[in-house]
Structure formats: C-alpha cells, structure tokens
C-alpha cells in the first residue's frame, strides 16, 4: 500500500466498524444462550469472522444479513462434536476464550491457527483450566495447536499474574459449565466486556473493584446487542487529527468502557484537544462521539495500571509520541512482545524507517520526539500486525514524500475499510 504524505488536513466525520472484543463475545455467548441473538454492527473484521466459523462448526447456526448477525443459540450445553479443527487464524481472543468454553463440553477437539498464533503462549490460560479440571494441552506445553477433552469442570479461586482480559474471560466461560463459584483476582483491571455482557445475557456475576466472582446459571437468555464502535479503530483517527496539520474530526459512536480509554486519557496528558460528547449507554456498555482537533503535543510517561487500558493502541500512541515535543517513556508493557507481532519490536523499526527517534527497552519504549528533520517516506515493514499496518499509515501521512507499507491486507483483520475512510476525510485527494 502506498500513502502519499504531507497531508494538508484532515475533516470530516467518520464511523469506524463494530469493536472487535464485543463482537467476538455477542457471537460466542449468542451461542450459548436458548434462543436467537440479534446483533447489530457486528465487526467483519476475519477475527471476528474467524469466531462465526468456529462456532458453525460447532453446530450453532449463524445468519448474515447486511446490518445484523443472527446467532441461533442452543443453550449452555447445545454444543456438538466439530468434524474438524477449529481455525482461528489470526485471533487470539478467538483461541483463549474458546479454550474455556470447550473445556466444559462433553466432546473433544483441536484449536489451531495461523503462524502468529502458533507462536503465542497459551499456558497462561491452559494453566488455571486445568486448576478447574479440564484436560487440555498445546505444543511444546503451552503453544497451539491445543487440544481439549471435555470433561467436569469446578470453580476455583484464581490470582491472575497478568492483566489479561482473555485468560479472565477464559476462565469466566469455563466458570458457567464449573460446580461452585469462581473467584478471579485481577492485578490491574482489564478490559470488562465479558463480566458486562455475561450479566446482560442473565449469567450471575459480581464485580468489586478487581475481585470478579461468577457463579453457573442454568440458562443464558439471548439479546439484541448493538456493538459500539471500536475505540482501538478510532485510536487511528484521533491521532491523526491531532499531529495532522489544519484537521478537525467527528468520529460517531465510539465506545468509551473507561477500561478501553486509556489513550483517551494519555493523549489529554500529552496536551490533546479531544472532547467527548454525547455520552449514552447502548447494551449495557458507555459510548460517545469524540471531536479531535490539531493539536501541539508534548512527551509524558506511561505505565501501572493504564497500560492495560490502552494495550492495543500502544503502537499508534507510539506515533504520536514520535511527533510530540519532548521526550515519552512507555514501561510495563511487556505484553506488547506476545501480541500479533513484537511490538515493541515492530513498530520501534517501523518509526525509525521514517526517521523518528525510538529505543526499545524490555518493557517499552523510549521516543525521543519530533526528529529535527521530519519524517521521511521509506519502505516500511507491517510484520503482518494490522495495528502495526494501520499505525504506519498514520504516520506516513506526516512524512516528506509517499511510503510503502507492505502485507497492508492485514488490516482485514481488524478494520476492513480503514483505507477508504482515510481517503474520504483527505483534504488533499
Ligand atoms: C482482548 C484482550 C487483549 C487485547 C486483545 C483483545 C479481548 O488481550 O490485546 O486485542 O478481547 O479480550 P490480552 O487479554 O492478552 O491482554
């Protein structure tokens, strides 16, 4: 993919696609509930694509219509025996959380995916299922593909040793199918959609404060859920407008889940002009519209607990922090090294390409921001990260000349469209 760059402005206003976690668990507890879910704004990202299949091939019938997704739940234990291996491309909530549900099943299968996923650990989920009983296994101990035998699963109390919202989901989806309750002791909170939408579909969980305790129902009730924009979509735009010269933004309908606006909150640090307007709860879960204006950034530093808040948007962060004034420190985001790509890895070389400033530490980044001399077009790398990808568009549309980004396709993943939107709010083209 080529941009041009010296971007004279961006205006408009633009809505980015369904956010990827909900859509992922309106499918996955759509199937499990008696009865038919509707669900509006589904993201076609093929994560989420990846859930609908592996749930066909559990037997859940799913129909694609162009504005909803019917799901046609069978109840908690509706579930039958796959034909075949569970793909999951490139999803790793897809893998994770499915490996709790298919822990409490009375069938066995395999869970596999892509060349990214083969190389992502799954012990920390594999680790307290089978403290509930379930008989599952990866490659070389931790890695997929995964098997799993269904058997009889018991609550447990678990102290999480990372903030990880897919292994508390995990272990939540397993909790249903568990004899007692399960009690999950988070170090730093993640991001809640499950525990949120759990309690929407009738399931029977109590949150305080990192404490999180589920206890099984006999049934789930199945809902209409209208998914929220993606805020880890709208993450692009607003850092666009903000280090884009003469650009105003309206993005619509965004989801604000304060466990997802942790670059909200870092961006207004940094000296961002973002206004959060027009707040409204739709299916439970809090979402705004949020203008963003041009804006002279400075460098700050980021760790503890907005980490987590904030863990996907590192990487477009990373390109504001590039063009700020000043120097950002981001630390205890080691987690950034087992996502789609090493992320710290991928974009530090990404930003260098273009000529910014950036060093890897183990648990982060140190960006030394606004090189003297801009950015710089290059050929860049997206390591096949979607996030990686669509970062280095934005970037790219600062820097001095036209860039190339290659294996762009994979933004498929999570933001089919990103492109054309970036070109409808252009004043340039
Ligand atoms: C997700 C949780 C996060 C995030 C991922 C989606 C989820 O992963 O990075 O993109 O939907 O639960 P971790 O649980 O590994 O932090």
């Known amino acids: 993919m080529q941009i041009k760059g010296d971007c004279k402005g961006l205006y408009g206003s633009v809505v980015v696609p369904g956010d990827k976690s909900i859509s992922h668990r309106a499918i996955m507890l759509g199937a499990l509930a008696d009865g038919d879910t509707v669900v509006y704004n589904f993201l076609r990202g093929q994560d989420c694509l990846s859930t609908i299949s592996c749930f066909r091939k559990l037997g859940i019938d799913i129909e694609e219509f162009d504005e909803r997704i019917v799901v046609h739940g069978k109840g908690l234990k509706g579930l039958r025996k796959p034909e075949d291996i569970l793909y999951v491309g490139n999803s790793g909530t897809t893998i994770r959380i499915m490996m709790g549900i298919l822990s409490g099943q009375t069938f066995d299968c395999v869970l596999d995916g892509d060349d990214s996923i083969r190389k992502r650990p799954m012990d920390r989920v594999i680790k307290p299922l089978r403290q509930m ?87 789930l009730q199945p809902q209409i859920v209208d998914v929220a924009g993606d805020i880890s979509s709208a993450a692009y735009f607003i850092v666009a407008g903000l280090i884009v010269p003469d650009s105003e933004i309206l993005i619509k309908g965004v989801g604000v889940n304060p466990t997802r606006t942790g670059i909200i909150d870092a961006l207004l640090n940094m000296g961002a002009d973002i206004e959060i307007i027009n707040k409204r709860i739709v299916s439970s879960e809090p979402v705004a519209d949020i203008r963003v204006r041009t804006s002279c950034l400075h460098g700050i530093t980021i760790s503890g607990d907005i980490i987590p808040r904030m863990i996907d948007e590192i990487p477009i962060f990373c390109v504001a922090a590039a063009m700020a004034e000043g120097i950002t420190v981001i630390k205890d985001a080691s987690e950034l090294r087992v996502k789609e790509s090493d992320r710290i890895y991928t974009i530090s070389r990404g930003l260098r390409a273009l000529g910014a400033d950036v060093r890897e530490t183990h648990d982060g980044m140190v960006i030394y921001g606004r090189p003297q001399n801009g950015f710089n077009a290059s050929t860049v790398k997206s390591f096949k990260d979607h996030r990686v990808a669509m970062s280095m568009a934005i970037a790219a549309l600062v820097a001095k000349g036209e860039t190339t980004i290659e294996d762009f396709e994979c933004v498929d993943i999570s933001f089919p469209g990103f492109i054309e939107i970036l070109n409808g709010i252009r004043r340039d083209i």
């Open 133 to 219: 009983g379930a008989v599952i296994d990866g490659r070389d101990g931790g890695f997929p593909p995964i098997t799993v035998k269904g058997s009889v699963l018991k609550g447990i109390n678990y102290q999480m040793p990372i903030a990880s919202a897919q292994v508390k989901s995990s272990i939540l989806m397993a909790s249903l199918y568990a004899e007692g309750e399960t009690v999950i002791y988070e170090p730093v909170k993640s991001r809640d959609h499950t525990e949120i939408m759990l309690s929407y579909f009738g399931g029977d969980v109590t949150i305080s404060g990192n404490i999180i305790v589920s206890r099984p129902v006999n049934r």
